[in-house]
């Protein structure tokens, strides 16, 4: 028998002082918590146009040692204006206690990429070790991220090989806390 199920007890949180303490080891990624927003550019050889979008950025936790993470972007006109849904992505930060990351993030595209990397101070670099892509996904074999927080304004910057093309940038994107 189904017995009475309460609400989950251990909710997420993105806001230090809200919900689970932290677990110890996120302290070098604890000022990525919280909910991010901003614009970025984006381009690619194998693309006509260079293109503008804008995007929401959520790292939570619920007091063990990863992050949730998602993010979701959509384009936009020079005016700023919506033009349709673009990249969207979702997946956890897991540290180790040499401030080492592993990165599980997975993409609507069919594909899933595992990342690894560094936590340097304000600067956090990742590369994939692996990429796994669905039948239809296009061929994207790696990709590096960089993130920064700078003044309370998270810089993103992300490269790719893909398509034929060997690793070269893909978007640059400013957020701020909302
Ligand atoms: C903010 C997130 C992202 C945005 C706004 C974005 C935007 C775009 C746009 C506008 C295109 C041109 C095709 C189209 O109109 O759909 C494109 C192509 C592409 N993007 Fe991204 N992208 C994002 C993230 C990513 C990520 C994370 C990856 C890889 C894991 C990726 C891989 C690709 C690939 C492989 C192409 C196709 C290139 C080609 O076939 O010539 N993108 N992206």
Do not use: C
């Not at 918590?33 to 006509?48: C, I």
């Not at 979008?53 to 936790?61: I, K, L, P, R």
């Amino acid at each position: 028998m189904l017995g009475p199920v309460q609400e989950n007890p251990f909710p997420d949180s993105h806001t230090l002082g809200e919900g689970p303490e932290p677990h110890p080891l996120l302290r070098p990624v604890l000022p990525l918590l919280g909910r991010w927003h901003g614009r970025g550019r984006g381009e690619y050889p194998t693309l006509e146009q260079d293109f503008e979008y804008a995007q929401e950025v959520t790292f939570s936790h619920d007091g063990r040692p990863f992050l949730r993470y998602e993010a979701r972007a959509w384009l936009i006109d020079g005016t700023g204006a919506a033009v349709r849904p673009a990249g969207r992505e979702a997946g956890w930060w897991r540290i180790t206690p040499e401030a080492s990351l592993e990165v599980v993030l997975t993409h609507p595209t069919g594909i899933v990429e595992v990342l690894v990397g560094q936590v340097s101070g304000e600067e956090i670099e990742l590369e994939t070790k692996e990429v796994a892509r669905t039948p239809l996904a296009k061929e994207v074999t790696g990709t590096r991220r960089r993130y920064g927080i700078h003044e309370d304004e998270l810089v993103f910057v992300q490269e790719m090989a893909a398509v034929g093309q060997p690793m070269q940038h893909h978007l640059a994107a400013r957020l701020r806390r909302f």
